[in-house]
């Protein structure tokens, strides 16, 4: 039998604290196989190796999942539970909804680099819709930034946000689960506080004014 290290730990996303936290091995199991490829006269190794995880923050247990091969030694470990969208993601109209949505089942999966490429969707989808503007993406944010939709430091967050995406997509970026989740979180703290606001405005024409003098 093997001996688990219960004293190393790991830093990985913890759905409770919403941060990276150092989690502690609490045991793990490994899987191998093999089989020989007749085609090209090899033979290919496997192995998955499941983890059990707790976080020393709040205490709450994960199972981390590295799945491996020898023609392709890097992956993306899998986390479970994987991260689950904000209930106010209702509130958000479609296809901003639909589309975050997808973005956590692709998380659900493994697919960090395909999350990510549909953060930058959203991003630009949400960006086209709040200005006229028909030129490239830093002309809009510089925009939205003038017109005081965002904040110059809003603008700039997005701007990293939407070149990650596009580093995904185009330049071979293989992001890890926190990358991913920074990106989903920079983009939804905008959504959310856009609901916030309408919220907001619908308190302040309910609320009973005070009488003047």
Request: proline content about 5%; overall charge negative; some cysteine.
């Amino acid at each position: 039998m093997t001996t688990i290290d219960t004293s190393s730990s790991v830093l990985v996303h913890c759905n409770r604290c919403h941060a990276e936290t150092r989690h502690a091995l609490r045991g793990e199991c490994k899987k191998t196989d093999n089989y020989f490829d007749e085609e090209y006269r090899i033979e290919i190794r496997f192995a998955e190796t499941y983890s059990l995880l707790q976080c020393q923050v709040c205490g709450q247990g994960r199972l981390q999942v590295v799945m491996w091969n020898s023609e392709n030694e890097y992956s993306n470990p899998i986390l479970l539970p994987s991260p689950e969208p904000p209930e106010w993601l209702d509130a958000i109209e479609p296809p901003l909804c639909v589309l975050l949505k997808e973005i956590y089942r692709a998380l659900d999966a493994g697919m960090y680099a395909i999350a990510l490429m549909g953060v930058r969707s959203v991003l630009d989808l949400w960006v086209s819709e709040q200005t006229s503007f028909t030129n490239n993406f830093p002309r809009k944010i510089q925009e939205l930034v003038r017109l005081g939709t965002l904040s110059t430091k809003q603008g700039e967050t997005l701007g990293h946000v939407f070149d990650a995406g596009s580093a995904a997509a185009h330049r071979g970026y293989a992001p890890s689960l926190a990358d991913a989740l920074s990106a989903i979180d920079a983009v939804e703290n905008i959504l959310h506080q856009r609901l916030v606001d309408t919220r907001v405005d619908v308190l302040k024409g309910n609320t009973p004014q005070r009488a003047r003098d």
